[in-house]
Structures are given as structure tokens and as C-alpha cells.
């Protein structure tokens, strides 16, 4: 039995392995199950228990990507114009032609979805008509959907393949074949356990990152954040650590939410018809209009970029006239006369009953805290407005921002550059990744995360029948990798008696102390909210030195139980995504994203020199970056 510093080794071998127990996880393994022959060994590994990891862990109250009658290439140019034109046209089509069979397959499996007045009983398969909150959003009572939706899956796959609370550190290389992943290995969060996996192929579905900025929440309210606290850039530090190439790493989603709770916006613009105003109850997307016209084409859409809506935001905050107010009193009083109207006084008062109930339940289904902030602050969101604000930024290839991993595409609808053969494999050798993971192809949401599981492990499962005689063989030998994993916990058992204070100690550092300082330099230089999201170059620069700083002392973090090692070793991903964010924003000579991030020596967006993806790369033998322009292709007309 392992004991706290001599943990036993354990070593697993499989066919495919999916690191993760998300969205993409979830729809992966329900997926391998239909395709693959007995003797093909799938594992799935999940740093937290499935019902409640990841991004979903709340629940939901929409799944905002549907398409029902349109069309994918509509899809695509709408994702396409949000993100500023650089988009990988080929996996958004992909994933629009397979994203609502996803969505049915949640309905079957007991998610309850709204319809129409009418089509209560029938299901989206029949041709129930959902009802939308947008063009693209369709509303749920969805406070369970994380945990029907991994039922599923662990049916699917079965419990004796899964194993949850094992967080996985690094990726393992082949010994002998170049550029080739071989396995992964991480260790238990609840028992003294390291496991080495050996596999044939993986998916890397870990989600994005958060916490790499100072959060808005800090003291008193640390620990809230809108994307899950959880998901800490493994996807990318590792994928990247290995060699994979990354893309549109400079893209970051600064979401606009509810002050204090991070509440989701969606469902109050666009359902409830609400407006955000500055403190006059000037609307600023009428009265900043013109400021649009210095983004053609993507503040010219019908829906300007919601990096654009942000920019026209932060003006108002900028020059004193905030705060933000969304107007949920204007909007649901006016809902309110609607009902009167057309129903009368009786058969109204239960209808507006009935819409506090559903703008109660908006944050009920996914975001608690913003709840309780109403009920603490005495909030009546009929009577008085909420105030929204620019979140700290997040790292996510699979909600409104698009950095991440380097796919090849789908052989019939990619330019032959950006296929090689398997689809949704990184430019390493039997790796794999989707939704979060992915770079340059956004808004896939909760159900095109899992879409995109379901495509991905198609890949992974064509390339271990296409290399059925491989056997991995590690560079590293496990007792290696036990000792380097523990090296936190070792830190700590030598030192620990040096001070009587055990949190002050010359020889080492906090997992909580270090995340602090990363979060600092990101926030002060890499611009956070603490310079209202602008930076510059030289300001950069530092921040590029005081990463490297910081990434020798992090080799001091110490950790007094398996929570905090794994708290150690989510700093490790963190530093390693943030310090990929910023390398790409360097390299970029222009503000792509207004309202996400200002880089103020080049505050405009260069159409001509700049319509391109940002690739890099590490050397894994050396660590050296690599930082690279790709060419971009229209795929579908724009217009
Ligand atoms: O309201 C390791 N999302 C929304 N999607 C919608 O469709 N509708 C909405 O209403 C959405 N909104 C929303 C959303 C998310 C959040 C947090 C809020 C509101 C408050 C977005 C989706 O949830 C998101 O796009 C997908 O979930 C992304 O899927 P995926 O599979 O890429 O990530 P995941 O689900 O977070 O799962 C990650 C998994 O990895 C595990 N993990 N396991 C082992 N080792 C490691 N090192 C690991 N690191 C992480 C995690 O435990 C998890 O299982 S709204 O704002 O628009
Ligand atoms: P959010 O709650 O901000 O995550 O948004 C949920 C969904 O609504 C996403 O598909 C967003 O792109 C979309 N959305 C949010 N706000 C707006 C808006 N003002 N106009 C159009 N779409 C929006």
C-alpha cells in the first residue's frame, strides 16, 4: 500500500485513452461503443466525478447550438463573423451537420427541452419545434444535464473503464518512433497512486482554462468564476508540452456578465428582449454605434462580434458613465403589458408569475451564485436592474473564443493542408483532441462539444485499426515519473519543520501563492481588468521575463496532501497556457479582438497583413517556441 510521498505505481494498458469526463469525454465514449469491436480497449480518466465535472457541472438553461433548419454553412458564417474572421470553416460545418442529433440524443436520454405551444408531447426527433431564445439557442430545464449526460456515457462505456479522480500530468512520447504520443500518466487525488497508461491513440478532451487571470472575485468571493475553477489549460499545457502544434492562441472570451455571480447573459438579450444601458440609461450599442464602422466587416453583421458588443460596453465604463445596468425591470414590465394585453388581467398575472419563475430558474439551472447575489442584495429583477461587467479573461476553443489545439479537418469538406488523414488529430502522432481543445472553430457550446467527442473518437479509433501491431514504448521510466509528480509533496515532508508557520518557508511556495503571483502578472501586464484589457509590447516583454521567474520557482511548490499536489500541478498547466497566450500576442501586430484585449501599439485590425491564423510549437527535446503565420481560407462566402 502506497503511503503520503511513496505513492505505489500502477500501469494500465489500453487502446484509446480519453483524458477527461466532460462534454466531449461524455460524447466520445457513448460514441466508441456503437463502432468498436470487444477487443479494443477504451479507458476514460476524469480528475472529478463525471455527473458534476467540467463546464456543465451546474447545469444549463439553453443549449445555445441548434441548428434545425438552417443550414451549416449559415453556421459557420455566423461563427466566422463572431470571431473576427479567422475560422477554420471545415470543423464548424463539421460539427453543424452532426451538433443536433446530439441534442436529440439528450431529449431521449431525459433532458427536458421547451416546445412550442402545441408540440409539448412530441420530441425534437418527431419534429417538435423547440422554443428559441436566438437564432441559434434553444431553451432547457437543464439543471441535471451534466449528469444525464454522463449516465449515458458510463452506461455506454461501463464503470469498470472509467475511472474518476485521477488527474492526469503530462503526456508520454514513444522511445523510439518520432513524434508519436504513447501514453499519459497522472495520479489519484484520494488514494497515494500514480498511474502510467500506455495507449495506442488519445483524446485530450480536459477543457480550457480559467484562473490563469486575476479573477474580478477575489478575498471574500475567490473561487467564483464564470468557466469552471476546475479546468486549469491541462489541454493545452500538455498537448503543447508534447509537441502539438497550437493555433489563435492570442484569442481569449472576456464574457459580459452578471456583477459579482458571473451570470450568463444569453437568455436575458436575447429571450426576455432585455437592453443594457449606462447609468442614464443610454442604450450603448445605439449610442456607440458608429464605433463599429472601424471594423468592417464583423461590426457591420446583423450581430456584431460579441468582442465588438464588449468594446462598445467598455467605453461607457471607461469614461465614467457606468455602471452597466441590464434592464431586466424595463424588459420583463414590458413583457408584463404584452400578457395584459393580449390575455387580460387574470390569465396574465399567472403568466408573469410564470416569467419570474423562469428568469429565477435561468440561474438556478446554471449559476446558483448569481442567484444568491439577487437574494442577498434584495435584487427583484421585475423591479430593479442587475449590473453586468467584463469578466476576467478564459482560455476556450469551445464557447465564444477560439484558441486551441491544430486539427486535421475532415477529408470532404478541408483544403488538403489541413488534412492528414484521421480527423481531429493534433500534429502529434495518435493524439486527439475536441471541443475546448480545438482551436479556430468556436461557439460549438455544451451540445457541439459533445458532437465533436462523438467525431473525434472516430479518428482515434481509425488510426488504432490502422496501427493494430503498435506497442508503446516510453521514454521515461515510471519510478522517474513517480518521483517527479510527488516532487511537491517531497518539497514539503523535507522542509515542513524549518518554520513554525507552515505557510512561510524559504525553501518553498504555496500552490495558492504561486497561482497569486501568475494571476498578478497576467492581470497587470498581459492585459487584465486591472488595466481595463489593454497592454503593449514592452509591457509584454516583461511579462515574458517574469513568467520565466516564475517558472523557476514553481519548481519550489510544495503540497501538504494530494488535493494541493494536484492543486501544484493545475498551476503548472496554467503557466504553461498563459505563457502560450502571450507569446501569440506578441506576435500578432494588431488588436484582432477589440474588447477582449487592446494591444495599444497596433490598436486596430490589420485585414491586409493579419488575416491569418497564429500557429506555435514547441521542441519537446528542447523547449524551444516556434510562432508562425498560417494562411486563412474562406470556405463559405461571406456576406
Ligand atoms: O450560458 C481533467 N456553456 C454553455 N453551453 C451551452 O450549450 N449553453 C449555455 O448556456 C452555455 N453557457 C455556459 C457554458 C459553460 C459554463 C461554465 C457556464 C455557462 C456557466 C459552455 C459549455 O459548457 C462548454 O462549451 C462545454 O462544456 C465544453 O466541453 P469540454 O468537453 O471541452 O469541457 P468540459 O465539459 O469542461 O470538460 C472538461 C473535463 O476535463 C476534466 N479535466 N481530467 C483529467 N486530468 C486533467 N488534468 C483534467 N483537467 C480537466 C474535467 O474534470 C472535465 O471532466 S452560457 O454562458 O452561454
Ligand atoms: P451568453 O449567455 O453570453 O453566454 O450567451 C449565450 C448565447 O447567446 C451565445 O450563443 C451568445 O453568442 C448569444 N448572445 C449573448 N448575448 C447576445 C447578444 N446581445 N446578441 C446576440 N447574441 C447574444
Not at 476524469?46 to 449559415?74: C, F, H, W
Given at each position: 500500500?502506497?503511503?503520503?510521498?511513496?505513492?505505489d505505481i500502477v500501469e494500465?494498458d489500453?487502446?484509446?485513452?480519453?483524458?477527461?469526463?466532460g462534454?466531449?469525454a461524455?460524447?466520445a465514449?457513448y460514441?466508441?461503443?456503437?463502432?468498436?469491436?470487444?477487443d479494443i480497449?477504451?479507458r476514460?480518466v476524469?480528475k472529478?466525478?463525471?455527473?458534476?465535472?467540467g463546464a456543465?457541472a451546474?447545469g444549463?438553461s439553453a443549449?445555445?447550438?441548434y441548428?434545425g433548419?438552417?443550414k451549416?454553412?449559415?453556421?459557420a458564417?455566423?461563427?466566422?463573423?463572431d470571431?473576427?474572421?479567422?475560422t477554420?470553416?471545415?470543423?464548424?460545418?463539421?460539427?453543424?451537420r452532426h451538433?443536433?442529433?446530439?441534442v436529440?440524443l439528450?431529449?431521449?436520454w431525459?433532458?427536458?427541452?421547451?416546445?412550442q405551444?402545441?408540440d409539448?408531447?412530441?420530441s425534437?426527433?418527431d419534429?417538435?419545434k423547440?422554443?428559441?431564445s436566438g437564432?441559434?439557442q434553444?431553451m432547457?430545464?437543464g439543471?441535471?444535464y451534466k449528469t444525464i449526460?454522463?449516465?449515458?456515457a458510463?452506461?455506454?462505456?461501463?464503470?469498470e473503464?472509467?475511472q474518476e479522480r485521477?488527474?492526469?500530468?503530462k503526456?508520454?512520447?514513444d522511445?523510439?518512433?518520432?513524434?508519436?504520443?504513447?501514453?499519459?500518466?497522472?495520479?489519484s487525488n484520494?488514494?497515494?497512486k500514480i498511474?502510467v497508461?500506455?495507449?495506442?491513440a488519445?483524446?485530450l478532451?480536459?477543457?480550457?482554462a480559467?484562473?490563469?487571470?486575476?479573477p474580478r472575485?477575489v478575498?471574500?468571493?475567490?473561487g467564483r468564476?464564470w468557466?469552471?475553477?476546475?479546468?486549469?489549460?491541462s489541454t493545452?499545457?500538455m498537448?503543447?508540452?508534447a509537441g502539438?502544434?497550437?493555433t489563435?492562441?492570442e484569442?481569449?472570451?472576456?464574457p459580459?456578465r452578471?456583477?459579482d455571480?458571473y451570470?450568463?447573459?444569453g437568455a436575458?438579450?436575447?429571450?426576455?428582449?432585455?437592453?443594457?444601458?449606462?447609468?442614464?440609461g443610454?442604450?450603448?450599442?445605439h449610442?456607440?454605434?458608429?464605433m463599429?464602422?472601424?471594423?468592417p466587416p464583423y461590426g457591420l453583421?446583423?450581430?456584431p462580434?460579441t468582442?465588438l458588443?464588449n468594446?462598445l460596453?467598455?467605453?461607457?465604463?471607461?469614461?465614467?458613465r457606468?455602471?452597466i445596468l441590464m434592464?431586466t425591470?424595463?424588459?420583463?414590465?414590458a413583457?408584463?403589458k404584452s400578457?395584459?394585453?393580449?390575455?387580460g388581467?387574470k390569465?396574465?398575472?399567472?403568466k408573469?408569475?410564470h416569467?419570474?419563475a423562469e428568469?429565477w430558474?435561468?440561474?438556478?439551472d446554471?449559476c446558483?451564485?448569481?442567484a444568491g447575489?439577487?437574494?442577498?442584495?434584495?435584487?427583484e429583477p421585475e423591479?430593479?436592474?442587475?449590473?453586468l461587467?467584463p469578466?476576467?479573461?478564459?482560455?476556450?476553443?469551445s464557447h465564444s473564443g477560439?484558441c486551441?489545439?491544430w486539427v486535421s479537418?475532415?477529408?470532404?469538406?478541408?483544403?488538403?493542408?489541413?488534412v492528414w488523414?484521421?480527423?481531429?488529430m493534433?500534429?502529434?502522432?495518435?493524439?486527439?483532441?475536441?471541443?475546448?481543445g480545438?482551436g479556430?472553430?468556436?461557439h460549438?457550446?455544451s451540445?457541439?462539444?459533445?458532437?465533436e467527442g462523438?467525431?473525434?473518437?472516430?479518428?482515434c479509433?481509425k488510426?488504432?485499426?490502422?496501427?493494430k501491431g503498435?506497442k508503446p514504448s516510453?521514454?521515461?521510466d515510471p519510478?522517474q515519473l513517480?518521483?517527479e509528480i510527488?516532487?511537491?509533496v517531497?518539497?514539503?515532508l523535507q522542509?515542513k519543520?524549518?518554520s513554525?508557520?507552515?505557510?512561510v518557508?524559504?525553501h518553498?511556495i504555496?500552490?495558492r501563492?504561486l497561482?497569486?503571483?501568475?494571476q498578478?502578472?497576467?492581470?497587470?501586464?498581459?492585459?487584465g481588468?486591472?488595466?481595463?484589457y489593454?497592454?503593449?509590447?514592452?509591457?509584454m516583454n516583461?511579462a515574458?521575463d517574469k513568467?520565466?521567474?516564475l517558472?523557476?520557482?514553481s519548481?519550489?511548490?510544495m503540497?501538504?496532501?494530494?488535493h494541493e499536489?494536484?492543486r501544484?500541478w493545475e498551476n503548472?498547466?496554467?503557466?504553461f497556457?498563459?505563457?502560450a497566450?502571450?507569446?501569440?500576442m506578441?506576435?500578432?501586430?494588431?488588436?484582432r479582438?477589440?474588447?477582449?484585449?487592446?494591444n495599444?501599439d497596433?490598436n486596430f485590425?490589420d485585414?491586409?497583413?493579419w488575416?491569418c491564423?497564429?500557429?506555435?510549437?514547441?521542441?519537446p527535446?528542447?523547449?524551444?517556441?516556434?510562432t508562425f503565420k498560417?494562411?486563412h481560407?474562406?470556405l463559405v462566402?461571406?456576406?
Amino acid at each position: 500500500m502506497g503511503s503520503f510521498g511513496n505513492p505505489d505505481i500502477v500501469e494500465i494498458d489500453t487502446d484509446i485513452l480519453i483524458i477527461g469526463g466532460g462534454m466531449a469525454a461524455c460524447g466520445a465514449a457513448y460514441e466508441i461503443m456503437r463502432w468498436k469491436s470487444p477487443d479494443i480497449r477504451v479507458r476514460l480518466v476524469d480528475k472529478a466525478a463525471m455527473e458534476r465535472s467540467g463546464a456543465v457541472a451546474q447545469g444549463l438553461s439553453a443549449i445555445n447550438t441548434y441548428l434545425g433548419e438552417q443550414k451549416p454553412a449559415d453556421y459557420a458564417r455566423m461563427v466566422a463573423n463572431d470571431l473576427m474572421g479567422i475560422t477554420r470553416d471545415d470543423l464548424v460545418m463539421d460539427v453543424g451537420r452532426h451538433v443536433d442529433n446530439s441534442v436529440q440524443l439528450f431529449e431521449e436520454w431525459g433532458l427536458p427541452i421547451w416546445k412550442q405551444p402545441g408540440d409539448e408531447d412530441k420530441s425534437l426527433k418527431d419534429g417538435g419545434k423547440p422554443v428559441r431564445s436566438g437564432k441559434w439557442q434553444i431553451m432547457i430545464n437543464g439543471e441535471s444535464y451534466k449528469t444525464i449526460v454522463a449516465e449515458a456515457a458510463k452506461k455506454a462505456l461501463g464503470m469498470e473503464n472509467i475511472q474518476e479522480r485521477v488527474f492526469i500530468v503530462k503526456l508520454i512520447l514513444d522511445a523510439k518512433e518520432d513524434n508519436r504520443v504513447a501514453g499519459a500518466v497522472g495520479f489519484s487525488n484520494r488514494e497515494d497512486k500514480i498511474y502510467v497508461y500506455r495507449a495506442n491513440a488519445i483524446l485530450l478532451v480536459a477543457g480550457g482554462a480559467v484562473n490563469v487571470f486575476r479573477p474580478r472575485s477575489v478575498g471574500e468571493g475567490m473561487g467564483r468564476t464564470w468557466y469552471p475553477v476546475w479546468n486549469a489549460g491541462s489541454t493545452y499545457a500538455m498537448a503543447a508540452q508534447a509537441g502539438a502544434e497550437l493555433t489563435m492562441m492570442e484569442n481569449r472570451f472576456v464574457p459580459a456578465r452578471f456583477k459579482d455571480g458571473y451570470g450568463p447573459v444569453g437568455a436575458w438579450f436575447l429571450l426576455f428582449k432585455a437592453q443594457a444601458t449606462n447609468n442614464r440609461g443610454e442604450i450603448y450599442m445605439h449610442s456607440n454605434k458608429e464605433m463599429l464602422k472601424d471594423y468592417p466587416p464583423y461590426g457591420l453583421a446583423a450581430v456584431p462580434a460579441t468582442c465588438l458588443r464588449n468594446h462598445l460596453m467598455m467605453r461607457e465604463m471607461r469614461e465614467g458613465r457606468g455602471p452597466i445596468l441590464m434592464r431586466t425591470d424595463i424588459a420583463l414590465q414590458a413583457l408584463a403589458k404584452s400578457y395584459e394585453e393580449e390575455f387580460g388581467p387574470k390569465e396574465a398575472k399567472k403568466k408573469i408569475k410564470h416569467l419570474e419563475a423562469e428568469a429565477w430558474e435561468d440561474f438556478l439551472d446554471m449559476c446558483i451564485g448569481q442567484a444568491g447575489v439577487w437574494a442577498g442584495e434584495n435584487i427583484e429583477p421585475e423591479k430593479k436592474p442587475s449590473e453586468l461587467m467584463p469578466t476576467e479573461p478564459y482560455f476556450l476553443g469551445s464557447h465564444s473564443g477560439c484558441c486551441g489545439i491544430w486539427v486535421s479537418g475532415p477529408e470532404d469538406l478541408a483544403p488538403p493542408e489541413w488534412v492528414w488523414g484521421y480527423r481531429s488529430m493534433t500534429t502529434v502522432n495518435g493524439l486527439f483532441t475536441a471541443a475546448d481543445g480545438v482551436g479556430a472553430s468556436g461557439h460549438k457550446f455544451s451540445s457541439g462539444s459533445h458532437a465533436e467527442g462523438r467525431i473525434a473518437i472516430k479518428g482515434c479509433l481509425k488510426w488504432v485499426l490502422d496501427h493494430k501491431g503498435y506497442k508503446p514504448s516510453m521514454d521515461r521510466d515510471p519510478k522517474q515519473l513517480a518521483e517527479e509528480i510527488y516532487a511537491p509533496v517531497r518539497t514539503y515532508l523535507q522542509h515542513k519543520d524549518y518554520s513554525t508557520a507552515v505557510e512561510v518557508n524559504p525553501h518553498y511556495i504555496t500552490p495558492r501563492m504561486l497561482q497569486a503571483r501568475l494571476q498578478k502578472i497576467m492581470d497587470e501586464y498581459v492585459a487584465g481588468v486591472g488595466s481595463m484589457y489593454t497592454t503593449n509590447e514592452y509591457m509584454m516583454n516583461m511579462a515574458v521575463d517574469k513568467l520565466q521567474e516564475l517558472k523557476k520557482d514553481s519548481e519550489k511548490m510544495m503540497a501538504r496532501d494530494l488535493h494541493e499536489l494536484m492543486r501544484a500541478w493545475e498551476n503548472y498547466h496554467r503557466i504553461f497556457a498563459g505563457e502560450a497566450h502571450l507569446r501569440h500576442m506578441l506576435f500578432r501586430k494588431e488588436t484582432r479582438y477589440p474588447g477582449f484585449y487592446y494591444n495599444m501599439d497596433y490598436n486596430f485590425v490589420d485585414e491586409e497583413n493579419w488575416k491569418c491564423f497564429v500557429n506555435s510549437k514547441i521542441n519537446p527535446k528542447t523547449g524551444e517556441w516556434t510562432t508562425f503565420k498560417v494562411p486563412h481560407k474562406d470556405l463559405v462566402p461571406k456576406g
